[in-house]
């Protein structure tokens, strides 16, 4: 069962660059940052009411979020969605139709399982499930 939105990912080239304006211009403070080396990425975190933001900063040119940056730029990469059991919203989503990026959950940041559906089986949006509360 999906319980909130946990965070929205955000692809950017620097999270050095980038915390400028998440501190400076919304006053908002970086709780944490962490690389997730399985994922080749750089993670930073803030929050914002029961919400985080999650910065993502390729750490090699043949990551997922390099990939990404390289094809639309910097910006929104995905919505996370904190549920209660990842491997049930993920049978789920097989269920109906859905094609799994992750067929099993993962390791993500913050030492949560995570898993991605493809972004053609929810119209256009890379959607992730993810598993409790940041750690």
């Keep these: 069962m999906l319980k909130k939105i946990d ?18 211009v919304l006053g908002l403070t ?9 994922q080749k ?13 999650e ?3 390729p750490t090699a040119e043949d990551s997922p979020i390099a990939k990404f940056i390289a094809n639309r730029g910097e910006g ?3 919505v996370a969605y904190c549920c209660t059991d990842v491997t ?13 990026i992750n067929e099993t959950p993962i390791s993500g940041a ?19 499930f993810c598993s409790g509360e940041q750690q």
């Design 41 to 53: 990425v750089r993670t930073a975190f803030f929050s914002l009411g029961e919400t985080h933001i």
């Design 76 to 78: 929104i990469h995905h």
């Design 110 to 128: 913050g030492n949560k399982e995570v898993a991605f559906l493809h972004p053609k089986s929810s119209h256009g949006v890379l959607t992730e």
């Design 55 to 57: 910065l993502l900063e």
């Design 7 to 24: 965070h929205l990912g955000i692809a950017v080239h620097s999270i050095a660059e980038a915390r400028y304006f998440y501190e400076t």
């Design 88 to 100: 049930k919203q993920l049978d789920q989503a097989r269920e109906h139709g859905c094609r799994l």
């Design 30 to 38: 970086c709780e944490k940052e962490e690389e997730v080396a399985s």
